[in-house]
């Protein structure tokens, strides 16, 4: 009876062993990015319309990957770049623009031209402006 006793506690041990590492495995996987309050609503800005300033902040910036915010008072300005890319027929899609808690979520995507499509043989470089309402949080980008 006693070799019964000691196999019942040695099971009870792995079980309670097993059932802690069950729960140290699901709490690393745990997704805690900021939940989203609400979508943003949003314009893409054509370049005739990007402020003067900003214009000049992006062409200075353009032959690298850059990613900015700028304000003029009205509305926020949300910029990404993708630096120079050896081609033309880039575009520049925007997958996500919402506010969470504490900050605003920026995701776009680059596009490469189609197969079959002619780019050119000259460089781009290829950024996207958009414009929102006027808020203080910070952009991430993602």
Do not use: H
């Not at 031209?113 to 949080?137: M, Q």
């Amino acid at each position: 009876m006693g070799r019964i006793s000691r196999g019942k506690k040695a099971l009870a041990a792995v079980l309670f062993l097993w059932v802690v590492l069950a729960n140290c495995l699901a709490g690393c996987t745990r997704n805690d990015a900021p939940e989203k309050l609400r979508d943003l609503e949003f314009t893409v800005v054509g370049d005739g319309e990007v402020p003067e300033e900003l214009k000049n902040i992006i062409g200075e910036k353009q032959a690298a990957p850059f990613k900015l915010t700028y304000s003029d008072g009205q509305g926020l300005y949300i910029v990404q770049g993708y630096g120079e890319q050896e081609t033309g027929g880039y575009s520049i899609a925007v997958r996500q623009l919402y506010l969470t808690e504490d900050s605003i979520v920026f995701d776009a995507e680059l596009i490469g031209p189609e197969k079959g499509e002619d780019g050119g043989t000259e460089k781009s470089y290829p950024y996207i402006v958009v414009k929102t309402e006027l808020l203080e949080n910070p952009v991430v980008f993602q």
